[in-house]
């Protein structure tokens, strides 16, 4: 790089000391500790291929969700994000080197949990989500950029993974056969949902995408949801993946890369604290279908996520940030053990989202 983010953030007018902030697992997140405080963040753009559709997503979805808050007397100054404008009046800043930067007011007095500490931290995560998904329901989903093709096509994600099993470049399928069997031995599941969404079973509408708790801000006090963030991945989907998705993070009963796995079970209790949480917010607008589908969407979510980890490993981790040796065989194993676990539970959880609906 011929430039310090320092030079990056007098782009956006802000001029102090600036250091790197966040877990997340894609982008390079950055606070500037100004009064009042930012956050810069490197656009990933080998993962996000087209950052300035990316930004055109967001730029729209933050400003219909500034409209909603402020008519419900809400604070969007707070309860969604807000982009920084450039010196040049842009969403982001391109650098010569072709990374793209784009900066956001602080949410201050606010919390991102990378584990779940109670269920009720979990119940208003599943609402501050739920009601993200209700304020766009009536966006335009042809105002929406795909950011990531096919994101959530399972049978798509399990085709990568048998191609890196028959690839191998690191030569690491002899270390994992268990792991590749769990993942093969449940390919009838793959295009289920993307199967409903083709016979217009299931509705295509706006969706977050990738709803990990620490995708939420949740008051500092009060413990009450503030904002979702992390939009790269606002696009059309289902419904089925903003409540699949959070389930596999948020109802386990350990961290997404725990390496003692008798730690890690789906949790009842979790379950159902973000269950009532979300449906109490989109409940009313389900259909039928989606209905049926919420039990199997979570382990879906979970499985998909499993073999995206389990395809990086096997693929050399080029995808997700890792920080240890098998960071993402780690990760991978969790998941299938959580699948496994929703497998034995599923008619428990249909029980249990029947009291909500
Ligand atoms: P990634 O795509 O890499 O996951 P995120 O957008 O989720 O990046 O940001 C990483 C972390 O930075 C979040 O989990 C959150 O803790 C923090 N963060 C991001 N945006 C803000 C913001 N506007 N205000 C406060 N914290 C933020
Ligand atoms: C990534 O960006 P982050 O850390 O919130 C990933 C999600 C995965 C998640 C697994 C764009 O989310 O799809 O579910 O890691 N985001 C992208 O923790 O691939
Ligand atoms: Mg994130």
Known sequence: MSYTLSDIIRKFRIDVSIEPYGNGHINDTYIAESDPKYILQRI???????????MSNITGVTEHL???????????????LNLVKTVDGKSFYKADDGNYFRMYKFIEGAVSYDSVENPAQLYEAARAFGKFQSMLSDYPVDKIYETIPDFHD???????????????????CGLVEKEIEFAFARRQD?????????????PVRVTHNDTKLNNVMLDEKTGEG?????LDTVMPGSLLYDYGDALRFGASSGAEDECDLDKIWFDLELFEAFTKGFLEEVG?????????????SAKLMTYECGIRFLTDYLSGDTYFKIHRKNHNLDRAR???????????KMDTMSGIIKKYI
Request: overall charge negative.
């Open 334 to 344: 969790t998941q299938f053990k959580l699948v496994a676990d929703m497998e034995k």
């Open 190 to 202: 793959t295009n289920v949902i993307v199967d409903a969404i083709a016979a217009g079973k299931v």
């Open 66 to 80: 500034r409209k909603k808050i402020t008519d419900a007397g809400g604070n969007p100054e707070r309860e969604t």
């Open 226 to 230: 503030v904002c979702v963030i992390d």
């Open 44 to 54: 990933n753009n080998s993962v996000f291929k087209n950052p300035e559709q990316v």
């Open 154 to 172: 399972t049978g798509k994600r399990y085709a990568a993974l048998e191609a890196a099993v028959d690839k191998d470049v690191v030569g690491r």
């Open 284 to 296: 009313s607008n389900l259909t039928d279908e989606e209905i049926k589908l919420l039990p199997f």
